[in-house]
């Protein structure tokens, strides 16, 4: 089936943008919602039932993609998305809205796992990581957008249209893409699913981010509550990895972690990814509670974090191929220490003008890091093995995400229970950060030295037939 690629792009981009303003769309209608739903003290796991099951979801689509193809994996992806939205805003009650949000969560996985996969299926090297820059800047632009359009829409329209809205811009996308994408990934034949590795990997990452989750606000993680589903997924995981081993087409290929580039993504990418989510978490939360800022004030102080995340994207993508990633990703990941190392200086008598440049320093890093990153680990696969390596460079991101975001959590309960003030709280949390911060530096020499063109695949350097096409 011949692949149409303006089709294609203007699907992947509409997907992209979907994933991304349903991460943070939800939030300022959540105060709406609460007032027509009720069940105010299980409202945080509308945002968490989202949350695992993206996260648990995004490696097994990723390896669906190579077994049976970008398009079927795809639309199947996108399709459950957009009933768990449709259903999210046909919610009557609380626990509707986060059953249904888990599976608006299962769909959510597929979007940008398979939508980046894709873009680099379409093009060659050069090609691909301008692609990824722009995509990834269009991902922070969306995320940007998210906040202020739920809150216009609750305010204005209705809280449900947060979730309806989704509908036909997801139905144009599975237009377009199934349109315009043909099998550009080579099928295995009689591939099946792993499932006991599928059972055993989901019930595992579950357990784990329960237990950060409910880890994150208690000052002990030797608590029962705590520690009972972390013991749990440390034996499923162990599990896991020994049945993966023999397994003829396992749910995550651990062959993978031989290569050098995967192996850096994943250390750089679950580090930088705790000190990411712990600075979007904490930073507000100092503005607001030490500061007196209003939660838009404080949101919008977060502003510069997006647009240096979105410009330094574009640009260390292109710059990737001129200067090799290893300097770029030492360089964000410095300059991330760098925003870490002036929270951690904040007082009562920080300015906004002084708060903006901070999380602008820690924006700039973040972009810096990920599309070099996503780009030499795409580089460095086998087409067969595309899927599955994109989506481990955003797993362990996010899970990084979720065990950064406990860990200071639980640092400013147990300083709170101390009885310390929430400003000394806070400084604990970014002093936890900056030391996650140093590990990442330290990280960073674990990307192998060498010119993009060096340490990439012939393959992957040469322009696709799309692209020859064109």
């Known amino acids: 089936m011949e692949t149409r690629p303006r089709l294609v792009i203007l699907g992947v981009m509409?997907?992209?943008?979907?994933?991304?303003?349903?991460?943070?769309?939800?939030?300022t209608a959540m105060p709406t919602i609460v007032a027509a739903l009720g069940g105010i003290k299980i409202y945080s796991w509308v945002f968490s039932a989202f949350l695992l099951t993206?996260?648990?979801?995004?490696?097994?689509?990723?390896?669906l993609s190579d077994l049976?193809?970008?398009r079927p994996a795809y639309l199947t992806g996108l399709v459950i998305f957009l009933v768990g939205s449709a259903l999210s805003g046909?919610?009557?009650?609380?626990?509707?809205?986060?059953?249904?949000?888990?599976?608006?969560?299962?769909?959510?996985?597929?979007?940008?796992?398979i939508g980046m996969t894709v873009i680099a299926d379409l093009f060659g090297l050069e090609r691909r990581a301008k692609m990824q820059g722009y995509f990834s800047g269009m991902w922070?632009?969306?995320?940007?957008?998210g906040p202020l359009l739920g809150g216009f829409l609750s305010d204005h329209v209705s809280w449900r249209w947060v979730f309806y809205i989704n509908l036909p811009f997801g139905a144009a996308a599975i237009a377009l893409i199934g349109l315009g994408l043909g099998e550009m990934a080579d099928r295995r034949g009689g591939a099946k699913i792993?499932?006991?590795g599928l059972m055993l990997f989901t019930g595992g990452v579950s357990s784990l981010m329960i237990g950060l989750m409910l880890g994150g606000g208690s000052p002990e993680w030797y608590a029962l509550p705590v520690l009972g589903p972390l013991v749990l997924a440390a034996g499923l995981l162990a599990a896991f990895v020994s049945v993966e081993r023999q397994a003829a087409q396992p749910i995550v290929p651990l062959a993978l972690f031989r290569i050098p580039l995967v192996r850096a993504a994943v250390a750089t990418g679950f580090l930088s990814g705790m000190a990411m989510f712990g600075a979007i978490s904490f930073v507000p939360l100092f503005l607001q509670r030490v500061n007196g800022a209003s939660a838009m004030g404080a949101g919008f102080v977060l502003t510069p974090f997006i647009l240096g995340w979105v410009a330094c994207s574009i640009i260390s993508a292109r710059l990737a191929?001129?200067?090799?990633?290893?300097?770029?990703?030492?360089?964000g990941m410095a300059s991330l220490t760098t925003a870490f190392f002036?929270?951690?200086q904040w007082d009562a008598t920080l300015t906004r003008a002084h708060a903006m440049g901070a999380v602008l320093v820690a924006g700039a890093g973040m972009g810096m890091t990920m599309v070099p990153m996503l780009i030499a680990v795409q580089n460095a696969v086998e087409r067969s093995e595309l899927g599955s390596a994109t989506s481990l460079t955003q797993f362990f991101r996010t899970i990084g995400g979720t065990v950064g975001v406990s860990v200071m959590g639980a640092a400013m309960a147990r300083r709170l229970q101390a009885g310390y003030d929430i400003e000394s709280a806070l400084h604990a949390v970014f002093v936890v950060g900056l030391v996650v911060c140093v590990g990442a530096v330290l990280s960073a020499f674990l990307v192998p030295a060498g010119s993009a063109q060096e340490l990439a695949r012939p393959e992957a350097a040469a322009p696709t037939r799309s692209e020859a096409g064109r």
């Not at 046909?90 to 796992?113: E, V």
């Not at 922070?140 to 957008?145: E, N």
């Open 342 to 344: 002036l929270f951690s």
């Open 321 to 331: 191929l001129r200067i090799g990633y290893r300097s770029l990703v030492i360089a």
């Open 68 to 70: 049976f193809g970008r």
């Open 14 to 27: 509409l997907s992209i943008v979907l994933a991304a303003m349903e991460s943070t769309v939800v939030a």
């Open 194 to 196: 792993d499932v006991p």
């Open 90 to 113: 046909l919610s009557q009650t609380m626990g509707q809205l986060i059953g249904f949000r888990a599976l608006q969560g299962l769909g959510a996985g597929s979007l940008i796992t």
């Open 140 to 145: 922070g632009g969306a995320s940007l957008v």
């Open 54 to 63: 993206s996260t648990v979801s995004m490696p097994l689509w990723g390896r």
